[in-house]
């Protein structure tokens, strides 16, 4: 009986001690809650201080309740905002956070869906509000001082081409805004917002398309000032063409009428030194021209009238230079 009574007593105290110890882990902060209240305080959340190990609780009446200590993770659904100069862009967010205040964690939130879930609705709001208080270029760009890679042949036709238009903040700026403005919310929660970033942002279809409509039409203003230029380049070089070959055209002709001017003066005083060298090659040469101004006058239907005593009807009387002396 004794021997029984031993066992019963060891077996309870068994359950007793394995009831009133528990471990905590280097990665977790633990706190007591006695019929869902808190009690005491809570253990290993202050980094300084190493308190993980053994501990002991109030056997069935007290609960240990576990939450991260580490840094953690929220990832925001993607949502299709408004920027200030009316364009619409889908924003994916994501932060890191971690409990600071357990107690007003596990009275505010319980768990940590409900933490995911308060954190979207505040840094939501927020990255909402701080997308419509600034235009698209501040939310896609970073660096105010990027020099984006220009084409050189179509920066010499427009300058501007290229060029960034100026920033205020830009991306990096507004996520600080937006974790400035969520911070303080969320702390009343117990929680620690660390750090927000923009994960991805994405233009709308419709955007899209605006922006494609725009670069197009800046590559035709670019295509039409080198088609407009290059047309100006071919008048030009017409024009010299035209004037150069009028100047060739004009010497040309100068050089011929003088070449024919000089030919005509050298045949007349050939003829002339014909004419006078011998009557009878004065009159050979007399009849060769008659007998050419039949050919170009003279043709199978030409009705001429001549009197007796002309020139041209010298020879159909008869060629008689003792006559035509006469």
């Known amino acids: 009986m004794k021997k029984i009574s031993t066992v019963f007593i060891l077996f309870f105290a068994a359950i007793f001690l394995a009831g009133s110890l528990y471990t905590i882990d280097q ?17 290993n959340t202050d980094p ?19 939450i ?10 993607p949502s299709e905002l408004y920027t200030r100069d009316k364009l619409i862009i889908s924003v994916d967010t994501f ?15 319980r768990d940590e869906r409900s933490a995911l879930s308060r954190l979207n ?4 709001s927020e990255t909402r509000d701080v997308i419509a208080r600034n235009d698209l270029i501040e939310v896609i760009r970073n660096d105010k001082d990027r020099t984006p890679l220009r084409d050189e042949q179509l920066a010499e036709a427009d300058a501007n081409l290229g060029t960034l238009p100026p920033i205020k903040r830009g991306r990096n700026v507004l996520a600080e805004r ?3 403005a969520a911070r303080p919310k969320v702390k009343n929660l117990g929680i620690e917002l660390i750090d927000v970033r923009f994960k991805r942002i994405n233009y709308n279809p419709g955007v899209i398309e605006k922006i494609y409509a725009r670069m197009a039409s800046e590559r035709n203003q670019i295509a039409e000032r080198f088609r407009s230029e290059g047309a100006g380049e071919a008048a030009k070089i017409i024009g010299r063409k035209e004037r150069d070959l009028q100047q060739i055209e004009s010497e040309a002709y100068r050089r011929e009428q003088e070449i024919r001017g000089k030919a005509d003066a050298e045949a007349t005083a050939i003829y002339a030194k ?3 060298s011998s009557p009878v090659a004065a009159d050979y040469y007399k009849f060769i021209k008659t007998l050419e101004t039949y050919e170009a006058t003279l043709g199978k239907d030409t009705t001429t ?15 008689n230079p003792d006559n035509d002396a006469n």
Do not use: C
């Open 274 to 276: 014909a004419y006078t």
């Open 48 to 66: 300084a201080k190493n308190e993980a190990g053994l501990h002991f609780k109030m056997p069935f009446l007290h609960k240990v309740n576990r």
């Open 121 to 124: 609705d505040f840094i939501g």
């Open 178 to 180: 937006i974790l400035e």
């Open 305 to 319: 009238v001549l009197t007796s005593d002309s020139e041209l009807f010298r020879l159909f009387k008869g060629f």
């Open 95 to 109: 932060a890191r956070w971690r409990i600071t205040d357990p107690k007003t964690y596990f009275e505010k939130l």
């Open 68 to 77: 991260e200590k580490r840094i953690l993770e929220w990832d925001g659904p």
């Open 27 to 43: 990665t977790e902060q633990v706190f007591i809650t006695q019929f869902g209240k808190f009690v005491g305080r809570p253990i």
